[in-house]
């Protein structure tokens, strides 16, 4: 079974560049999640869907950033306008609802100069 | 304030010795999970235990929920045993929103 694909693996931009991350789950999963991981911390979720709704987006700095998940699979998170502290590896995971396991992918590594 | 702190924040080990991790949180947790990342590699889940013990290999997870305290003891350490280990708590039944500790880096000399 394939895991969880992401894509780009790096990335580097100029501030105020636009950047798109995209994920693939793993198939049948309905509940996906990004999260932010800035160098030496732990991952802080930024959305999460549960098939094309999203749950909670709390997190997420709506001026900048926004997740699409149109058809309840695949997702792209875009940074409209990065800034410096932006910098940081974007992962995504995801799992079936009501199991307690989420499957990261490999992440994506944005660093904004 | 921080509601997962993990400790010690670093730790260096010969290969073979024991290693004890601490997790303590700070609201209500419904699960508690460990997580391993190597370095530039993903995250990989070891342990969902909500309460009790549970063993896989060398790793041992234990938490006591209603001290909202968790540790993972790694016996035997190998130097593959290197990477960041990370806990991590659920406070919504419903939600599965997970919050992560800064994490654990571990690093095991041959």
């Known amino acids: 079974e394939a895991g969880v694909t992401q894509s780009p693996r790096y990335a580097v931009l100029q501030e105020g560049q636009a950047v798109s991350f995209w994920c693939d789950p793993i198939?049948?999963?309905?509940?996906l999640y990004w999260y932010q991981q800035p160098r030496d911390q732990g991952p802080q979720l930024l959305v999460y869907?549960?098939?094309?709704?999203?749950?909670?987006n709390s997190q997420l700095p709506s001026d900048r950033f926004s997740a699409v998940r149109p058809k309840g699979t695949n997702s792209t998170l875009k940074i409209q306008s990065a800034k410096q502290g932006d910098t940081a590896t974007y992962l995504c995971?995801?799992?079936?609802?009501?199991?307690?396991?989420?499957?990261f992918g490999p992440g994506t590594r944005l660093l904004v100069l | 304030g921080q509601q997962v702190q993990q400790s010690p924040a670093s730790l260096v080990l010969q290969e073979g010795e024991n290693a004890e991790l601490q997790c303590n949180f700070s609201?209500?947790?419904?699960?508690l999970q460990w997580f391993y990342q190597h370095p530039g590699g993903r995250l990989v889940s070891l342990f969902y235990?909500?309460?009790g013990t549970k063993h896989t290999g060398r790793l041992t997870s234990t938490t006591v929920t209603n001290e909202r305290r968790g540790s993972l003891h790694i016996s035997s350490s190998q130097t593959t045993d290197s990477g960041t280990y990370f806990c991590?708590?659920?406070?919504?039944?419903?939600?599965?929103?997970?919050?992560f500790g800064k994490g654990t880096h571990l690093h095991v000399l041959p």
């Open positions: 995971a995801s799992s079936f609802t009501n199991q307690d396991t989420q499957y």
């Open positions: 609201s209500t947790a419904t699960r």
């Open positions: 869907f549960r098939d094309e709704a999203v749950i909670d």
């Open positions: 991590a708590i659920d406070r919504d039944t419903n939600a599965y929103k997970v919050i």
């Open positions: 235990n909500p309460s």
């Open positions: 198939s049948g999963h309905d509940t």
